[in-house]
């Protein structure tokens, strides 16, 4: 089958057996790879309402047809089990040299079942799995892990691992590579430490099946230089992702406070300009070649790597804005697997909740050191407030109690990314119905809404857009498996993906054909969803209640005395769900799951919640 390995590796830690397994034709044209694949594998072997932090729960990496195979960013790969955070579907991408071994090994996909029996590092090298004691690195962050590991197996080999954070559970902890970065922000490090599961270790050598080799190596040598040259003519690399800072800061959309703020004077101390003065080296993940990675040194002298994300939560949201500063709260994430994004919210909704009585500490925003110590308490899950912000935000909106539901920056229990949507309704819908809870990932419709359109409209428009960006973010890119950096940043031509699909498969694709299989992967998470929420509503979609509230208004600065309104978000979320074929729910309807070739599956769910 050219285009796919055509097995998965199956591992059970319990037992420390293995199988390869085969998959037919039907179930890769279904399902494609990557997003399709774990979506598919998750919703038909978990058993609703199982403990995701419990051995019953799976923890997939699953590639696609391009990953791996050198063309624009294809080193990248899926991380995904049922979400600690969300109790759904979770998933996270991230750049690592597993994506091609994995698939020189000879698999398009790795399934972990069971929990070992002490900390264990998994290594697959081609037909061979071993199943190696960690011990000597459990208790140690990712950077030591990945020395180690490096020592053992030299630089080349592909390597995930996990940090304290994921070892000792924090619902949040992300699955780390040094090759590439972090990924799996809905908690599956935390899966991966639930399974004392140190560090997957993959080296492959087989050629992996394409129709055309020579044709796909033509195109991906020749489009790989094509995208460094844009890159380089668009300059978007010298600020990278977080060239994007200033302009939030200037539209009010930046999250400062807690995501009280919209936008602050000293923003600019953080911006993308001085990220690049501040630059020591730059990164970039396997086969690419508009390398975004900045690294600064921090205010201890560690080499740290900043993103937007990472600056825009743990500096303006926390009132940081020293570069160095946010860099050290940046590497211990990094050290501890801990989801930047995710805990600079944690942090800042708790310095809230004190200001706002529904907590006590001596916790302020602004305070760098006590931001260090308090991951450090997150990381070890240490005392009781250390356990508790190890939970998440929404977990610990529900202990504080007093209101601070409402300001706890999540949806879906996953915390909100760095686009303050306070007066942004096309973001905010984004934020409300991306299928993994709020996740920029899915539909990054900011730039569409404040560019194009009206920002007071909540009209039809928003809504297509949002399903539009989903298609193409959380569907083609996540299931072909590439980065779409070369797409979203410096234009690279989308067309470029079927040309490579068909050149690796020797099928005759077109986008229209793509745009089925991400609302048949969309439509199907959604039933994972019901299966777990049988009694799911439309509010689940809803963004934080905060960014309604008339008090929490800005008093100046462009969107002065503006929120989001209730009845009008609930209209754009109708034509939502109007567009997509769902029900008032937000589920999709008996007709729609049959027009995606789900009737199955819609059986299936049926068991635990009624469709229409
Ligand atoms: C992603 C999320 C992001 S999205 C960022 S910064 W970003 C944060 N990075 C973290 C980090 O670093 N360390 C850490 N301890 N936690 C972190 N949490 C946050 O995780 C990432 C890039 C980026 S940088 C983005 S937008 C794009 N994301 C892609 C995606 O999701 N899919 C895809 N096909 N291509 C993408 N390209 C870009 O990749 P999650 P990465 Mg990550 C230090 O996975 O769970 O979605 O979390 O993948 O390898 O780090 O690359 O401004
Ligand atoms: Fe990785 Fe950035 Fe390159 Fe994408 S653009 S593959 S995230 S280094």
Redesign the pocket.
Known sequence: MNGWTGHILRVDLTSKTFKKETFTEEFALKWIGGRGFAAKILYDELKPGIDPLGPENKFIVALGPIAGIPAPNTG?AVVAGKSPMTGGYGD????TRVAEHLRKAGYDALIVEGKADRPTMLYIEDDKVEFLPADAVWGQGTYETNDWIYAKYGKGVGVINIGQAGENLVRYA?V??LE???????GMGAVMGSKLLKAVVVKGSKPIPQADAAGMKKAGHDDLREVHRIDKETGWSIQS?NGVLAWCNEVAALPVRNFRKTHHPDAWKVDGERLNDARIATYG?PNCTMR?GITIHDDEGRES?L????IGLLGPNLEIFDLPEVGAL?YL??DY?????SGGCVLSFYADAIEHGAATGDYRFGDAAGSKKLLGMIARREGEIGDLLAEGTLRAALKFGRGSEAYAMQVKGLEVAAYNCKFIPGMALAFGVSPIGA?H?ESWVITFELKSTSRESYGREKAQKVIELQRIRGGL??YI?????PWIEVGWDLENYPKYFNLVSGLNWTLDDFWTVSDRIYSLIKLFWLREYPQTDRKLDYPPAVWFDPANADTEGPIAGKVLEYDKYDGLLQHYYDIRGYDKRGIPTRATLERLGLAEEARAAEKFGSLT
């Open positions: 990248k996270g991408n991230l750049g992300v780390r590579s590439g970065r972090a990924g799996g922000r809905t992702t993940c975004c790597e993103d937007y994300e990472n940046n994430c990094d697997g801990i989801d930047t994004m996740h990932k890119f996540e498996v590439a980065c779409r950096f």
